[in-house]
């Protein structure tokens, strides 16, 4: 499979300004601070990780929603991270994005039909052709064509999902960034859109970035997994491998973490002791060792960089596990 | 703290320097000679080139204003083209006499406003809240100068129950020291004093304060009805506290920092709606001496007088700032 | 607003109107209906645009040229039901050509604060940076400056007249425009809509006019409505101090100041107009208040 | 499992006066909950889990809401009869709350010391010193380290996790004997939520107190209740232990809702999405709520809105599928 | 419709307590008063209620009534006006003489009079006062009463002796002597001058009935009783001056009893006021003129005589009286007819509609014509309504096709915009200073004062044959021969109609009736030191 997209040590710093007549930057929240991935064309990476840990960040820089303060975002073989202006407009048709919160996600002073519209508009799709698609896109997401002339409000989440997704889907994307497009809604629901999602990439060929936090519905979507924490992967493997042979300390506790619905499983839980550090200041050495119950001297001095961990598609960034050599890429 | 206080008071340089500006080019650009507003019907050609060259008024605006700064850097307000007075002789008594007037409608506006809102909030829809949201919906839409009048006409003319103006009757002797009656009432122990000084206060204090009243009232309503549905007074209630304490500590604290702000911004606009109320009630404030300077083209009094109103009302922002830190320990004042 | 042209094109989709219509502003009238105090401030309006609409053919007199002074100071009568002023004038027929005035100073005034405030704030909010400092710091001084003395200075400059302290009560209004079409722009800037039509490739310029700026409109209609009130007490009060209207116009606030000498003999002089004042801006208030509870975006769910 | 229980709630039916209808957001509420135990209440955002809650405390605005039926039986008393200063006495004292979000459940204008010490002098006669030992000891107690130069904090200070241990801290200070959770991990990310959930299991050892815990985690229900009720659209549709209900789940709603989740044990193809959305609590449909829904819907489902039975010891379910025969697995 | 029956009057009894004057309105007040005990004749506070503040205490500096109304009670003057006319008569210089050319006066000062602060009066203290005002452009009256100050009418001021003061003057000047009783010329005491510098119009000191004791910006003038004054001793200890700027407020203030006199009074509360218990109402003679001016100088109808008359005729002024409410009368001459001089045999205009038009027709506007009428906003004490008086003008030019269009300025902005001629037609005024017929006419109506941009002559009217009237009567030292050159003028201004001479008011006063010995001057500012309380 050939990478679509490939991702070289992103950074983005948002400065932290003081003063209020001559502000000047006085430090920086290292929001992502050098991340490195790839997508191959039609999986579905997962990025997993806690609140605050620069998920939306990376999916956002990706897009150059944000301009990334550093590296390269290559997508089909161009780094697309210094696009501006038309060039970037352009690139809209190829990557598109979903977000969180079906309530802020869409505008509401447009109907659904003028919502879906916007981006063919910008693009100068012809109206006849635009119609047809709308009607199209709104039965593909499981609504119907009387929905189009209702305004956002009129929409519960799930449904204003369904709208956000047919949006995203109207230039025909090759890769959608997927920031937590089920966490704000309800088991039942998540699991309609989950479905829907699934479906989709399926019958229009995508790739998806899928954001999310909840390390279940991850491992149900995804191909691929990558674990942030604090601006950085820690690592990063194929799903299955991932998540019955977690290297990462950090990977192990979020694991183990997470409630699985079986009473009759008593397992051991390993809690992480603390809370995320801030981003702003965060640790020497490797970020994770203020939380780490393994934590070594040289974790404290040394940043550790991703390796092979395992024969299969599998890095991570541990002075404390061992590199294997000889893996493929 | 004192670090915010001071990076604050540096910050407010360029605003009342571009209020001074603003005056400046303003009353300048106003049409009419100074000195012949000060002549009046006996002004002849050669008086008036004469007291122009005294005024300095033949200078160019940039040594004008050049000079109005000098002099305010050295503490001189300048003098009065009107009563060739000096303008700081002119405030010595009016300015107290407004500031008076509008601590006194603050408080009045504060105490009513605020416990008409939160017993509003508490009790919502009840025959209360009705009544006093109508009348701050009144309140606010009553033309104060004719709510003057009104109460002119009823408690004056009809009832005599109240003194139609100033603020001391006559043979009442006040020995001022502050200029403000009614703490030198108090600071002297002149009850009879205190008495009549306080009866001239109401019904112009009363007339300024009804729109603040009614503002606050609706603010402290609106902001204590969000803040009662807030999880922390969720938890209060949970925690089984008196309800006086859940109401009045908990959710007043929380909703008075919105109408911290209003109050803020109210006492400026009072401190200029007093020209209203001024001319109305005969107070012998600062309001409607500005007016008539105004009108009189008395350039150094509005100048002077303006920018004190200014200072008075950035610094009355500046305390409700820090009095909003003091309330709401998430502002970070750095 | 392309949807509503496509519906004038095309007759045949009226059918479906009624749908279209449930939009946040449809939703916001049936909630004004619905409200008591907003639907009797609705009324007032109305009121006032008829009365001002119809003064010639209301008024049993002329405002100006009607009345001598033999007839100075009739207690309201059959004849003249509000009795007559200083200089036997019908205070009724003053009263309601005055409500023309009145509805000239809420659009004059209330729209150069609306222009140059909204658009002082959309510029400040939407470029942000120095621009925004900029005019912002200005807007600071504008609120340092005790806001009738503004208007006051103003209307010496430009001379007295009734337009003037209109415009003199509009620019004293724009620092609140300015500082709420801001704050607006600036959170609906950040909002996740806006992010996603740049993700979708749309131009800047329709985002500012399609995106950001109709969901600026709730506040800034709301602010304007209310401030459509305190303009005319505003202007009033100018009148009152003699820097309004001027001589024999009808406008309420010299009404008052001319009939105050009368206070004890004939209080009725400005009892009327102060009543027509208060009305008014009790109508434009009740209807800004109503305004704001429906298009609060809280209360849409 | 002898034990007389603590808390009885019984035909709880609360209800809110809407201007655009009535509100039934608790319809019928039946369970009970025994000392030390764990007790779960899982269902969908919406339908009647935090007004449960709390309607027992009878913490509703009243108006809209109003509790017009059922009774709270708190160590036999009913807790709807009792006067408000009484009620006040047991709120916070013997039966406390936390609730779900930690970042505005604490008032941000007041330290931690003055939250703390005013609740607990509001329910035991101590000094203020002995008040703020007390402070020190719970937040000892939950893990909040140097906890006695952390009592001058304000709430802002403290990062979310710490925010829900200061939240049960406040909630344990008069030893209570029911301790309500209303989602108290829900905001919390996975690794916090951990902690706070190793926590309340480690103080219900120590003190001992009954726990309602409410979530829509069913792996949180798995992983600490005892009994769990499943509640859907202001009703209890199901209750019973937790292997059993997770053994034998009875009601097609907790079928759906567990079938909904993805499992990393064993990963399905496709999960299996309830249909639909939830009614609408003001207009709800004739017969079993869950019928337009429902895979396993009878015709009958849409006309008799079926009783909360006991079907099988110990189980209780509101579904017509066991009415008649009950041979019906999964 | 009034309420004020206020002040207790009938109360003989005596019980004055100085703490006890707070609020006479008591009596209206539901009883429960314990503070009111004391009234009628034990009072010895007189509150005057007027409507704007001093400017300065020092009368040499200012121009305006509300200053020299309070400086008249502390300072003397050389010589004064009899209480009832403008005759002059002794003050400070109980005897005066002038040289046969009329150029050098000698006058005799009162022995024994003493200054405020104790220093004596002597001819020094008057050279001192006299070359003060020579010294700077901000002794107003005096530079416009003698003309400049380094080249004015007094060419030089010696001390003859201790109690002898002689005036040299450049020429003969006839109204010389009602001059120098004008208030601005009021003594003040060089130590005081010295000591206070700067300050000292905040700390006046002379030689009149009343001590300066306090000032209160914008509120209040407390002044005491000055017993070593060498006339009759003030009939009341204290006299106070209140600022209570709008009429209406200070007639209520007078109705509940705060003030005991003032001055301002709305023409609709006359009536209220002279019905009412325990109020009586004073008129001062008048010694002014209101008049609409109508500028002759401009292009169009005004320049013709005829619509001039037309106008005059249009108006009907037994109405437009009215709006003067009785405080009164209509006016046909320039000039008061409290003057000699005052030409009564002039037959007015008369309210004629049809000749008006029959006139405009003549002139050549039989059509009608659009005129402006520039008016001010603020009460004058010659015009009490301007804005209903130009409104009422309005309504009735409008009868003879005339239509006004009235444009309204602030005082000052006025006063600029007639000086400067921009007007058709305009309201104003004037208050005469000294009781001289040439106050008027000369300085209203003669070319000399037609100067475009500093005009008192707002009509512009320029006749030729007025101006060598006026001229040679103000060299002419016999009154009765430059009385028949005043009516000569007044007769050609009335031909020529330069303006419509609208009333000659009596200022009212309003005062409690227990007010005694009160006797208002047509000057504008009496001594006050007559009045008793009954
Ligand atoms: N515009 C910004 N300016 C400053 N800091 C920012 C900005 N946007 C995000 N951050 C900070 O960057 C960090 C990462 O934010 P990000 O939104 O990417 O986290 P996330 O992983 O998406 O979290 P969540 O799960 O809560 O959505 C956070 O600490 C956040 O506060
Ligand atoms: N004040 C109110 N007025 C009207 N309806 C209300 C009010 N409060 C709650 N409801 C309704 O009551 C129902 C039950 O609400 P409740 O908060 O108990 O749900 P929940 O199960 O706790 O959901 P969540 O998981 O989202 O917390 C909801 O449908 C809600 O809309
Ligand atoms: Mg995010
Ligand atoms: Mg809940």
Sequence with gaps: MSNLLEVKNLKKHFPIKKGAIFPKQVGAVKAVDGVSFHVRKGETLGLVGESGCGKSTTGRAILNLIQPSEGEVIYKGEDISHYKGEKLRKLRQDIQIIFQDPYASLNPRMTVEQIIAEPMRAFGTPKKEREEKIDYLLDVVGLSSYHKHRYPHEFSGGQRQRIGIARALTLDPELIICDEPVSALDVSIQAQVINLMEDLQKEFDLTFIFIAHDLSVVHHISDRVAVMYLGEIVEVGEVEELYANPKHPYTQALLSAIPEADPHLKRDRMVLEGDLPSPSNPPAGCKFHTRCPFAEEICRTEHPELKDVSTGDHQAACHLVKEVVGSNG | MLNYIIRRLVMLIPVLLGVSILTFSMIHMIPGDPARSMLGTKANEKALTELREELGLNDPYLVQYGKFLGDLAQGDLGTSFKTKAPVSDELESRLPATIELTLFAMAIAMVVGVLAGVISAVKQYSWFDNLSMTGALFGVSIPIFWLGLMMIWLFSVKLGWLPASGRLSSGVEIEAITHFYLLDSILTLNWSGFADVFKHLLMPGVALATIPMAIIALMTRSSMLEVMNQDYIRTADAKGLATYLVVFQHALKNAFLPVLTVIGLQFGFLLGGAVLTETIFSWPGIGRFVLQSILARDYPVVQSTILVIAVIFVFVNLITDILYKYIDPRISLD | MSAQMDLEQNSKVKAKKPKKESSLWGDALSRILKSKTSFIGLMIILLLIVVAVLAPVLAPYHPIDDGSIIDRYQPPSAEHWLGTDQLGRDILSRIIYGARISIKIGVIAVGIAFVVGTLLGGIAGYIGRWVDNVIMRIIDIMMAFPSILLAIAMVAILGKSLTNAMIAVGIVGVPQFARIVRSTVLSIKEKEFVESARASGVKNGRILMRHVLPNCMAPIIVQATLSVGTAILDAAGLSFLGLGAQGATPEWGVMLSDGRAALQTSPWVITFPGLAIFLVVLGFNLFGDGLRDALDPRLKQ | MEQEPILQVENLHTHFFTKSGVVKAVDGVSFDIKPGETLGIVGESGSGKSITAMSIMRLIKDPPGKIVDGRVLFKGENLLEKSKKEMRSIRGNQISMVFQDPMTSLNPVFTVEKQMVETIQTHRKVSKKEAIDRAVELLDLVGIPSARSRLKSYPHEFSGGMRQRVMIALALSCDPEVLIADEPTTALDVTIQAQILELLERLQKELGMAIVMITHDLGVVAEVCDRVMVMYAGKPVEFSEVTELFDHPKHPYTWGLMSSIPQIKNRQDRLEAISGLPPDLRDLPQGCSFAPRCKHAMDKCHEVDPAFREHIPAHHVRCLLYEEKEEVTT | ?534
């Design chain 5, 1 to 534: 419709a009034c309420s004020g029956e206020s002040t207790s009057s009938e109360n003989p009894d005596d019980s004055s307590d100085q703490s006890n004057e707070e609020d006479n309105s008591s009596n209206n007040n539901d009883g429960n008063s314990d503070e009111n005990a004391s009234e009628g004749s034990g009072k010895d506070t007189l509150v005057f209620g007027r409507g704007a503040d001093s400017k300065q205490l020092d009368p040499s500096k200012v121009t305006d009534g509300e200053s020299i109304y309070v400086t008249q009670q502390i300072y003397d003057q050389l010589v004064t006006y009899e209480q009832d006319s403008t005759e002059v008569k002794p003050a400070l210089a109980t005897d005066w003489k002038t040289s046969d050319d009329g150029t050098v006066w000698t006058f005799t000062l009162r022995e024994g009079v003493k200054f405020h602060d104790g220093t004596s009066f002597e001819a020094e203290d008057v050279v001192y006062n006299f070359e003060r005002w020579t010294k700077s452009k901000d002794y107003i009256y005096y530079g416009y009463m003698f003309g400049g100050h380094e080249d004015g009418l007094i060419e030089k001021v010696e001390a003859v002796d201790e109690y002898t003061v002689k005036f040299t003057l450049k020429e003969p000047n006839a109204p010389f002597i009602q001059t120098l009783a004008m208030p601005p010329f009021g003594i003040a005491s060089p130590d005081a001058i010295e000591k206070h510098g700067e300050n000292y119009f905040k700390n006046p000191v002379g030689t009149g009935p009343f001590k300066f004791e306090s000032w209160t910006r914008g509120d209040r003038i407390e002044l005491s009783r000055n017993d070593d004054f060498w006339g009759q001793k003030a009939g009341v200890k204290n006299l106070t001056f209140r600022v209570i700027p709008d009429n209406g407020a200070r007639f209520m203030e007078l109705q509940s009893g705060s003030i005991d006199l003032m001055l301002g009074l709305n023409p609709q509360d006359l009536e209220p006021a002279e019905n009412a218990d325990g109020l009586q109402v004073f008129r001062r003679p008048s010694m002014n003129v209101g008049y609409m001016a109508m500028n002759t100088d401009k292009e169009g109808p005004l320049a013709d005589r005829k619509v001039r008359q037309a106008i005059n005729l249009a108006v009907d002024k037994k109405e437009l009286i009215k709006l003067f409410e009785g405080l009164g009368k209509s006016a046909k001459n320039p000039m008061p007819p409290s003057l000699w001089g005052y030409n009564d045999d002039i037959d007015p205009y008369g309210y004629d509609v049809e000749k008006a038009k029959t006139l405009l027709a003549e002139a050549g506007y039989g059509d009608g014509i659009d005129i402006t009428l520039y008016t001010m906003p603020n009460p004058r004490p010659y015009m009490p309504q301007p804005k209903v008086t130009a409104q009422a003008i309005q309504q009735m030019l409008k009868e003879a096709n005339i239509n006004v269009e009235i444009v309204e300025n602030d005082w000052e902005t006025h006063l600029e915009v007639t000086q400067n001629g921009e007007h058709d037609m305009a309201l104003l005024g004037w208050t005469g200073d000294n009781g001289d017929p040439d106050n008027f006419l000369y300085v209203l109506l003669d070319k000399d004062n037609a100067k475009v941009g500093s005009a008192g002559n707002i009509a512009f009217y320029k006749n030729d044959e007025v101006h060598d009237l006026l001229k040679s009567a103000q060299s002419e030292m016999e009154q009765s021969k430059r009385a028949e050159k005043y009516k000569k003028a007044q007769e050609i201004i009335h031909k020529d109609a330069p303006w419509l001479p609208i009333a000659h008011t009596t200022p009212p006063l309003v005062g409690k009736d227990n007010i005694k010995g009160y006797v208002p001057h047509a000057t504008g500012s009496e001594k006050l030191h007559t009045i008793t309380f009954e």
